[in-house]
């Protein structure tokens, strides 16, 4: 097995030359601008001190670069790993402490493991299990909670909560505490946010600037509030008046960190832990799979567990916190021109001279200019539109849904995912032990057969074609005794019934007794029982057991064919080249 599939970064790296790293570092400097306010905010947002957004964006870069499989996603703090963060900690300790602190790296560290560990054992799957309804729905709930927790620093109120409830009722009793000069730089900062991301870059393209060029230095608007709420704040000296500030920031690079072994915080943290990693991974596979589509490339899902993990555990060790895929960064880094991840190391690069030369100058940083900021980056993650369509096309996606918004909404962010994904397997298990099937009949004049209710096809009272739109399996086992019984005794001429199974994929132990217990019951009846169109694996199978031996009738290959030979009716030279497969057919 090639050394490449574990270490991606031997795939790219001996190909790269002068070009390629004129293309990284160019993306390399737009995201680094870009991922320092970032890196603050979703510090604050998690409950930590800013320095540590900054450390979670310095080593996890490097580590995912060697062991990350898609060329352009950028790795980091994100908004929603950053709220789960907060929510599993704050119950926990007091934001702000060395336990939350140390809480939070041991967090990416037990995050870290978890990939790792799903990616050696090549458990990528596992992320199918929740639903995109359900994602859709966390990730809209969500930006609704993070945009409520940060209207307190915009008001320069005191509030705590947890879900959407406490947050607005903390918020109500404050109202007559607003301090002004806070909510004049916190609206400020938005109003200028709102305004760039829309206005911003058909304004420099208006100016001469081309296209790609325009949409770069948009995304530069973030830097700008910072620079400008920050210089206003330090002429006027308005942190004397009451507005906050972040404050002194340690300088210098992340030394290494020990995380906690205190084995009941590992107890209490890991179910958080591995709802952030599983979400983590998620959202960054979709962004890493949608980003690689458009340059005709590809991602290994279980190398980017892999990769995350790697990212994680380097984030823990370094003192830093939770980090994923950011879907806005991974964009940004891909528009600059990124073409490998590479462009991720020069943007750590950039970091740690940010961490080493521009902490004193954050200092004066207005609170109120870092929540503004969350909340137009969290704006884009609020779809109301998949609610309704889920609505629309699906009422069981949208109870799976609905129930995951509301959650995590009027509780807990991680009663909210644990609800979706409970409720998506509840879904998936009650569609599927009641799976669609229909009674066929035949298309006159063709080879094609159609459901009865359906279409206006030829039927006969002593024929019946049942066809399961199903992989049979435990759960649905019975339902299909149930329904082949229930088709014997509605149709008193019946002799042949033809279990017609192109979609089934897959018939385990317990279907196989079913169809066994079938047999039996309709050969005790005087009905003989048919398959046709089985597929070649699900056949292979069938062959290994005695199944075949006392099936009463016969295995066809096509419909049609079933149809020939099961109908006395049809023409006798018809009949005579009509072939079927007996019991050693090949599906």
């Given amino acids: 097995m090639k050394l490449t599939r574990f270490l991606p970064v031997l795939d790219w790296l001996p190909r790269y030359n002068r070009s390629t790293l004129a293309s990284d570092l160019l993306a390399a400097v737009i995201v680094t601008v870009m991922l320092i306010p970032q890196s603050l905010a979703y510090a604050m947002l998690a409950g930590l001190p800013p320095q540590v957004g900054l450390y979670a964006s310095i080593l996890p870069l490097v580590l995912y670069a060697v062991f990350g499989s898609s060329r352009t996603l950028s790795v980091g703090p994100v908004a929603v790993a950053s709220l789960m963060t907060a929510a599993a900690l704050g119950k926990l300790f007091e934001p702000g402490s060395g336990e939350y602190l140390a809480g939070a790296i041991l967090l990416a560290v037990m995050s870290g493991l978890m990939l790792v560990l799903m990616g050696i054992f090549r458990l990528g799957f596992l992320a199918n299990f929740l639903s995109h309804p359900v994602i859709s729905g966390f990730i809209t709930a969500s930006g609704l909670v993070i945009a409520a927790s940060q209207l307190k620093h915009l008001l320069g109120v005191s509030v705590s909560g947890h879900n959407l409830l406490e947050l607005l009722a903390g918020l109500y009793g404050q109202l007559g505490d607003i301090h002004w000069p806070t909510l004049m730089i916190g609206l400020g900062a938005l109003v200028f946010l709102v305004a760039a991301r829309r206005y911003m870059k058909p304004l420099l393209m208006g100016l001469g600037l081309s296209n790609s060029a325009a949409g770069m230095l948009s995304k530069t608007a973030p830097i700008l509030a910072v620079v400008v709420t920050t210089l206003v704040t330090w002429v006027l000296r308005l942190d004397q008046g009451g507005v906050a500030v972040v404050g002194d920031i340690p300088g210098g690079l992340p030394g290494l960190v020990m995380p906690s ?27 890493g799979q949608t980003l690689a589509a458009k340059r005709r490339q590809r991602i290994d899902p279980d190398q980017e567990l892999v990769g995350l993990g790697a990212a994680n555990l380097a984030a823990g060790f370094s003192g830093g916190m939770p980090v994923t895929g950011g879907f ?119 080879e094609h057969f159609r459901n009865v209710r359906r279409h206006q096809v030829e039927t006969r009272p002593e024929l019946a074609m049942l066809r399961v739109d199903e992989s049979l399996y435990f759960a649905n086992a019975r339902f299909l005794e149930d329904c082949v019984l229930g088709l014997v005794s509605s149709q008193p001429d019946l002799k042949d019934i033809v279990l017609v199974c192109p979609a089934v994929n897959l018939i385990d132990a317990s279907a196989l007794e079913s169809l066994e217990a079938i047999n039996e019951r309709l050969h005790d009846s005087g009905v003989r029982l048919h398959l046709s169109e089985v597929k070649g694996p699900v056949m292979d199978r069938l062959r290994r057991t005695s199944f075949l031996e006392s099936l009463t009738g016969k295995v066809y290959l096509t419909n049609f064919q079933a149809w020939q030979a099961l109908t006395p009716s049809e023409v006798a030279g018809e009949q005579a080249l009509a072939g079927h497969v007996g019991q050693h057919a090949q599906g």
């Avoid at 072994?261 to 962004?287: H, M």
């Avoid at 880094?333 to 490998?340: H, K, L, P, V």
């Avoid at 699906?394 to 509780?411: E, H, N, P």
């Fill in 328 to 446: 806005s960064r991974s964009v940004v880094n891909f528009d600059a021109g990124a073409e490998t991840p590479a462009a991720g190391v020069y943007t750590a690069v950039g970091i740690a001279l940010a961490t080493l030369l521009l902490t004193p100058a954050i200092a004066m940083l207005p609170v109120a200019t870092l929540a503004a900021t969350i909340i137009v980056a969290v704006a884009t993650l609020i779809d109301f539109p998949a609610i309704v369509r889920t609505w629309r096309y699906s009422r069981s996606d949208f109870v799976a849904m609905l129930a995951t918004i509301v959650l995590t909404l009027a509780y807990s962010v991680e009663a909210g995912i644990v609800a979706g994904v409970l409720l998506s397997l509840w879904l998936f298990l009650y569609r599927t032990s009641r799976p669609h099937s229909a009674v066929v009949g035949r298309v006159p004049g063709t």
């Fill in 261 to 287: 072994l205190d084995l009941s915080l590992w107890q209490q943290l890991a179910v958080s832990a591995l709802l952030i990693s599983i979400v983590g991974f998620v959202e960054s596979v979709s962004v």
